[in-house]
């Protein structure tokens, strides 16, 4: 494969990596605060989160770049502490974090709403906070729908283009995912790198469509 190609594995593997984080830190701690009482508040986070979902790549990429453009409204505010989203790496982990955030958080609040009460009840009557409980005891209960959610996102990172062409650009040696390079190299007549590069991507979701169909079948019975 050429260069180029062995940059967007690598590149790929430092966005996945880095919103892997950002979804288990910041995507579980939506769930935590997402997971009780209705508000007007809520109700927008929840309308946020499935907008991505709802609306094609390419607009939602046009969106985010428009946002997070040095003269946006999100843009401005980090250029001022030296941070650029648009067309670097960090545009890349965000288009990464934005299209995979609903396949993570809405399959755990729907989880988390379906537990038991009297469970959650008996933890807060022991003395255990909310944060606690969420933490050490509804969390560990729902393991399985967290790993699916888990795989699902990670699929939807590997295979992002539209938010990623957007707001990363397809820059040589700088935000050509394996995705957006598979599309270039076809483009450029360069058939080889695209099909090898398509049958990487074909192995590792054929493994997490394999762990899915595992879990689904030790687990179907039993939501928890």
Same mark, same amino acid.
């Given at each position: !494969?050429?260069?180029? =190609?062995?940059?967007?594995?690598?590149? %790929?593997?430092?966005?996945?990596?880095?919103?892997?984080?950002?979804?288990?830190?910041?995507?579980? !701690?939506?769930?935590?605060?997402?997971?009780?009482?209705?508000?007007?508040?809520? &109700?927008? +986070?929840?309308?946020?989160?499935?907008?991505?979902?709802?609306?094609?790549?390419? =607009?939602?990429?046009?969106?985010?770049?428009?946002?997070?453009?040095?003269?946006?409204?999100?843009?401005?505010?980090?250029? &001022?502490?030296?941070?650029? +989203?648009?067309?670097?790496?960090?545009?890349?982990? %965000?288009?990464?974090?934005?299209?995979?955030?609903?396949?993570?958080?809405?399959?755990?609040?729907?989880?988390?709403?379906?537990?038991? &009460?009297?469970?959650?009840?008996?933890?807060?009557?022991?003395?255990?906070?909310?944060?606690? %409980?969420?933490?050490?005891?509804?969390?560990?209960?729902?393991? &399985?729908?967290?790993?699916?959610?888990?795989?699902?996102?990670?699929?939807?990172?590997? @295979?992002?283009?539209?938010?990623?062409? !957007?707001?990363? @650009?397809?820059?040589?040696?700088?935000?050509?995912? +394996?995705?957006?390079?598979?599309?270039? =190299?076809?483009?450029?007549?360069?058939? $080889? %790198?695209?099909?090898?590069?398509?049958?990487?991507?074909?192995?590792?979701?054929?493994?997490?469509?394999?762990?899915?169909?595992?879990?689904?079948?030790?687990?179907?019975? $039993?939501?928890?």
């Amino acid at each position: !494969m050429s260069d180029e =190609a062995v940059f967007s594995l690598i590149l %790929t593997l430092k966005v996945l990596l880095v919103d892997v984080v950002l979804l288990i830190v910041f995507g579980t !701690m939506l769930v935590y605060y997402l997971m009780d009482e209705e508000s007007c508040l809520k &109700k927008i +986070i929840y309308t946020l989160i499935d907008l991505p979902l709802l609306f094609p790549p390419i =607009a939602t990429g046009f969106l985010l770049l428009w946002l997070f453009r040095d003269s946006g409204f999100f843009g401005n505010l980090l250029s &001022k502490i030296n941070i650029h +989203i648009v067309f670097s790496f960090w545009g890349l982990v %965000t288009a990464g974090f934005v299209a995979s955030l609903s396949l993570f958080v809405k399959p755990l609040i729907a989880a988390v709403k379906q537990y038991p &009460k009297n469970i959650i009840e008996a933890s807060y009557l022991s003395g255990k906070s909310k944060f606690t %409980t969420f933490i050490f005891i509804i969390l560990p209960s729902i393991k &399985k729908v967290f790993i699916v959610s888990f795989i699902l996102s990670v699929s939807k990172i590997l @295979g992002e283009v539209g938010i990623s062409l !957007m707001l990363g @650009g397809n820059i040589p040696f700088k935000t050509n995912t +394996i995705s957006i390079e598979i599309f270039s =190299a076809f483009f450029n007549g360069d058939v $080889d %790198t695209a099909m090898n590069l398509s049958l990487i991507m074909f192995a590792v979701s054929f493994v997490l469509f394999i762990l899915l169909k595992v879990i689904e079948n030790n687990f179907q019975r $039993d939501l928890f």
